[in-house]
């Protein structure tokens, strides 16, 4: 809850830009028009489960069910007063486990980790930034050379290839494959390393 009111609260010159970078191209101003959501009410299971290996939909509820995270333990937003904003601070919220599952990265430590370098580099948000320079604080000496080493080059050059996370309708690409959407986004193949 901490993380997500400091997110709130430190968001006012990264939101607005991510707003705006939403505003200016067609799928992203699509979702911020109908505002959709992302919670077990308004996700089908037993159907994303019945999709392909590799989809997205299919890969997704894997992450959620493996790693035993529920959409739905995004808190809304308290401090952010443009309506607006706030729609993008919960999408950002909603859309992170889809981080997880395009990125190969696990709840773990680690996995946290190079996902808040992604999105530190893709978002400006001073939370992503904080939770990527401190998270490793608690890493083994072996953790630490893997993610200084492979796992943070390759999140910040992804980050920074990739076209904004915010501007892809993900509820509407449940069926493409997760290698396609990564390759579409520009977010480069995850490092052969275990994490």
């Known amino acids: 809850d901490m993380v997500a009111v400091l997110g709130e609260t430190t968001g006012c010159l990264a939101l607005p830009n991510l707003r705006d970078k939403m505003k200016h191209h067609p799928e992203g101003y699509r979702i911020l028009q109908e505002r959709p959501r992302i919670r077990l009410s308004t996700l089908d299971m037993a159907r994303l489960r019945g999709l392909p290996d590799g989809s997205l ?17 995004r808190m809304p937003p308290k401090f952010v007063d443009d ?11 909603e859309v992170h486990d889809l981080m997880h599952t395009l990125l190969g990265m696990p709840t773990n430590m680690l996995g946290e980790v190079v996902v808040k370098w992604f999105e530190a580099v893709q978002t400006g948000l001073p939370m992503c930034v904080l939770g990527a320079a401190f998270g490793p604080v608690r890493l083994s000496a ?5 993610l200084a080493t492979e796992l ?30 990564r390759e579409e986004i520009g977010i480069f193949p995850p490092p052969a390393v275990r994490v």
């Open 57 to 73: 939909g299919r890969e997704y509820v894997r992450f959620l069910e493996d790693n035993k995270v529920s959409p739905d333990t």
């Open 83 to 93: 309506e607006e904003l706030a729609y993008v601070i919960q999408r950002y919220r």
């Open 142 to 146: 072996r953790k630490l050379q893997v």
């Open 152 to 181: 943070v080059p390759w999140a910040i050059r992804s980050g920074r290839n990739a076209s904004c996370i915010l501007n892809v309708y993900y509820e509407q690409r449940w069926e493409q494959s997760v290698e396609s959407l």
